[in-house]
């Protein structure tokens, strides 16, 4: 007689919720709206452990500074360009490509 094989291992809210997770926006000249993400992000995530990738396509208003002063953020410069459009696309990519965790939630700072 064969014993049944384990059932699988079991996904519990409980064990997601731990998991590091990458947070990546995509900013350009939107000081407010990034800044604002930010604190949003801080208040949410509680103790789980997390990465927030801020990839600046340039701004001139601020932001750029501000990002540079806040110890939990990892600020990606983006100054040369593949192609004349998709940009957001493209500094999306190279947030994601930076990643360091398993698991990547992308935020819109302004929407």
Same mark, same amino acid.
């Given at each position: 007689m064969t014993t049944p094989p384990s059932p699988p291992t079991? !996904?519990?809210p409980s064990s997601i919720i731990q998991r590091p997770v990458s947070i990546i926006t995509v900013s350009y000249d939107t000081y407010f709206f990034t800044r604002l993400l930010a604190e949003k992000v801080r208040e949410h995530i509680g103790t789980r452990p997390f990465e927030l990738i801020v990839v600046d396509r340039g701004s001139t208003?601020?932001? &750029? =500074?501000?990002?540079t002063s806040q110890s939990? /953020? %990892?600020? !990606? %410069? /983006? %100054?040369q360009w593949r192609s004349n459009c998709h940009h957001h696309g493209e500094a999306l990519e190279k947030g994601i490509a930076s990643? &360091?965790? =398993?698991? /990547?939630a992308v935020l819109d700072s302004d929407a």
């Open positions: 079991t !996904i519990t208003c601020g932001s &750029r =500074e501000w990002l939990d /953020v %990892r600020l !990606i %410069r /983006v %100054r990643a &360091r965790h =398993e698991y /990547v």
